[in-house]
């Protein structure tokens, strides 16, 4: 298990979009020196560009809080986990967090790490807010410390069931999944709208994530004419699958969810790819609100796709909320979330409902063209 720590102390940067007025507010809080959060996600493994993007996101909202005066006069000091989207790893890096004396938690990408993650920040008093984990289960369970910046499986899968209801009509159609709490959930609830909707798969199959051969898979679609497959899985295993149908010599269209919202995905099929559809929110970086904080970023060489615009706005909702009730007290800052909104963050005013979710989910369908994705 790797684990990272990184204290960030940011000097000279701007300040932080939509919350300038909160912070720096008053005398110290709660004591003095660093307010310890963290970022928790797969920083190593085969979907450790979602970490990456994670990572990239709290830095840099770390640095411009801290730049702009900190929180409550005390400057941010930022730990970093790795899970490797592994359920047991998780909960071994939530433990040693909290061992940290960590305050709020934007983390874990993968549903399969932030559930049991959950459990442990709840009973050691740790906030926790992912910027990516879909599934219902997360913030259904009803625990107090858990909250969420992204849309929900129930939500995108019902986006993906009805297009393609009303798009891939007379077409066979695959369902697959990987059997993660992510992966599976997306399928069943997307397989659930397709079918409320009049339209029954061809195939509904699992197959085994991180292998790198999928033809039996792909042989087996392609004695069932599929043409269309859609993947509840990471960008990895749904790029290889996409790439050797095609190498079987199937014309297939790949749809999958906002797991495959990383430039990886390209690499991996190459000219495949093309085509290929995705669930996802409106494109963050276009969103007038993070103009200035997305120039930060491509100063640096940086492109804040997928999850890093999502992890500074969790970091940014903590500062925002922690300046306003002058405290950061995690069971407290958690009432506030709650009743205390909407937050303005780098993805526009967000709100929370009584579970942690958003009230204002946005899915939207993506393609791939040249390399690249944009809005449909």
């Not at 906030?127 to 929900?152: H, I, Y």
């Not at 992966?183 to 029954?200: I, M, S, Y």
């Not at 780098?346 to 369908?365: E, H, N, Q, S, W």
Request: net charge neutral; aromatic share 8%; with cysteine.
């Amino acid at each position: 298990m790797t684990f990272t720590r990184r204290l960030v102390l940011g000097a000279g940067a701007a300040g932080l979009v939509g919350a300038q007025s909160v912070l720096g507010r008053g005398a110290l809080a709660q004591g003095s020196g660093p307010i310890r959060i963290a970022t928790a996600g797969p920083m190593t493994g085969q979907y450790a560009a979602f970490g990456a993007q994670m990572r990239a996101g709290a830095e840099q909202a770390v640095t411009d809080i801290n730049g702009a005066g900190g929180v409550l006069g005390r400057q941010l000091a930022l730990e970093v986990g790795d899970d490797a989207c592994d359920p047991r790893q998780a909960v071994s890096v939530a433990n040693q967090l909290a061992g940290r004396r960590v305050v709020f938690v934007a983390g874990h990408y993968c549903s399969g790490s932030s559930i049991p993650a959950r459990d442990v920040y709840a009973e050691e008093g740790v906030l926790q807010m992912s910027p990516a984990s879909t599934n219902p289960r997360f913030t259904d369970e009803g625990k107090w410390n858990t909250f969420r910046v992204c849309g929900r499986d129930d939500q995108q899968g019902l986006v993906a069931g009805t297009y393609m209801a009303r798009n891939m009509q007379g077409r066979r159609i695959a369902i697959l999944h990987d059997n993660s709490a992510y992966g599976k959930g997306l399928a069943d609830e997307t397989k659930k709208a397709l079918n409320a909707a009049g339209v029954q798969e061809t195939l509904y199959a699992a197959y085994t994530p991180g292998e790198r051969d999928y033809n039996a898979l792909v042989s087996r679609m392609k004695a069932a004419d599929i043409q269309v497959i859609y993947v509840g899985g990471y960008h990895t295993e749904a790029g290889l699958i996409l790439r050797q149908a095609k190498e079987q010599g199937m014309n297939v269209t790949l749809i999958g969810g906002d797991a495959l919202v990383t430039n990886e995905f390209w690499q991996i099929t190459g000219a495949a790819g093309e085509g290929t559809l995705m669930t996802f929110s409106s494109d963050p970086r276009r969103r007038p609100t993070a103009a200035e904080v997305v120039q930060r970023f491509r100063a640096r060489n940086v492109d804040p796709e997928g999850y890093v615009l999502y992890t500074y706005a969790a970091v940014q909702i903590f500062a925002a909320a922690a300046g306003r009730g002058n405290t950061v007290d995690p069971r407290r800052l958690a009432a506030l979330l709650k009743s205390g909104g909407p937050w303005q963050t780098v993805l526009g005013d967000i709100g929370f409902d009584a579970k942690g979710d958003v009230t204002a989910p946005d899915y939207v369908f993506y393609v791939w063209r040249n390399g690249s994705y944009a809005e449909m």
